[in-house]
């Protein structure tokens, strides 16, 4: 995979592309169920520390839309 020289991305993140595509080009896949249960998580965490700096007592301060 061509990148481009000038990019703003730091050169991990696209040497880390750059395997991630070779690794889908041979066919290579992971579960996508795990990667979704640890970006809700994230998530989750994410918003506690936002109630948390925001003090708010109320569970609905911080939601999800939809």
Not at 19 to 35: C, D, K, N
């Amino acid at each position: 995979m061509e990148t481009a020289t000038n990019s703003s991305a730091p050169a991990s993140w696209i040497e880390s592309l750059d395997r991630s595509a070779a690794e889908i080009a041979a066919g290579q896949t992971v579960p996508l169920a795990p990667i979704i249960d640890e970006l809700r998580a994230s998530v989750d965490r994410l918003e506690a520390r936002l109630r948390d700096r925001a003090g708010a007592t109320d569970p609905h301060a911080v939601t999800r839309p939809g």
